[in-house]
């Protein structure tokens, strides 16, 4: 199981053994806003989803903190994302991070939950204590940049809230230490191009003017023989 080690703002570390990785899929608040996400990823080819909130169990060892993600070709992409971190049996062991759930967008076109165990769920290195900013959470910001460019940016009032996925996760049994859910992500600038040699995500609070950042970049693989 992959360790994740975070930096809190107090200069404290947390650490985890990630045993269980979920990845939200059309969570927004606004029915608007899932629809819009909807169209992004059909002009992709990738169909409806048959239940709204989706939520994909992946594969635990692709939980992340590296600055660089192989890669098997050039339709693969980033999106900004805030993540939980159960890291003990307290709440204020919960840690918001912000996340990038990077995809493999032809493998997406044939099965959503393939594609989310085709590439890894890059997270930050520093976190904050969910206690320490839930009565702002609406208020934190996101953005996402593919290269240079800006692909993404609102705010946490756009997703449903981490209380909404820590009932979900109680009642599925999975609150435990070494869970992380990845939010699912809110709606791209009109006709962005999504796909670069990199990306950055960046979570804020503007009430204190911190910011949460993880950038990474891609490398392509050779290519194969057979």
Known sequence: M?????????GQERR????????????G????DVAAHVAELAELGVPAPSVIPALYPVAPYL????????????????????????????????????????????????GVAWSKNAGPDVLAAKAWRLVDVQ??????????WAGETLIQRGKLAELLPPSYWLDVLRDRDLHAPGTVLISGTIPMVPGVDQFADSWRVELGDPATGETIDLAYRVRRLPEPIG
């Open 29 to 32: 608040r606004s029915q608007e």
């Open 63 to 110: 939980a992340s903190q590296a600055e660089e993600v192989p890669v098997q070709h050039e339709r693969t992409s980033g999106e900004a994302e805030w993540a939980i971190v159960i890291t003990g049996p307290a709440p204020e062991d919960v840690l918001l991070t912000a996340a990038c759930d990077h995809t493999d967008r032809a493998l997406e076109a044939h």
């Open 2 to 10: 992959p360790e994740l080690r975070f930096t809190l703002p107090d």
């Open 135 to 144: 009565d702002r959470l609406d208020d934190l910001t996101l953005s996402a």
């Open 16 to 27: 985890t053994e990630v045993h269980t990785l979920l990845n939200a899929g059309y969570a």
